[in-house]
């Protein structure tokens, strides 16, 4: 994409995105296929997790995420959806890798 050009979705968007459909994903997949460091992957899911979008868990030496598609969007315009309509939306069905993870199926 060219520098000055816009998109529809912020990087945490995109990061949150990228989790729900690879909830087994490592930074570095993350950073090529998003666009970003693996330090502003990082970042942006450290704050992701800490407002409670987002679960990771240690598995060995990587870590799986679990989303929390309930959760209302942030912004004043959007609360009344929750971040699940914004993965549907995009071809994620965020109940059914919920559900996948907590059962141990993965995706």
């Known amino acids: 994409m060219e520098k000055g050009q816009w998109t529809f979705l912020s ?3 995109r990061v949150f995105v990228y989790i729900a459909k690879n909830p087994k994903t490592t ?6 296929h998003v666009g970003l460091t693996q330090r502003g992957v990082q ?3 450290a704050e992701l997790e800490a407002a409670g979008y987002v ?4 598995e060995g030496r990587c870590n799986s995420y679990t989303v929390h598609p309930q959760l209302p969007m942030r912004h004043p315009l959007e609360r009344d959806h929750a971040v699940g309509d914004l993965l549907r939306a995009l071809g994620c069905e965020p109940h059914k890798n919920e559900q996948a ?3 141990g199926r993965g995706l």
């Open 11 to 13: 990087n945490h968007g």
């Open 27 to 32: 930074t570095e997949a993350m950073s090529r």
């Open 43 to 45: 970042k942006i899911i």
């Open 55 to 58: 679960a990771r868990r240690k």
């Open 101 to 103: 993870q907590t059962d």
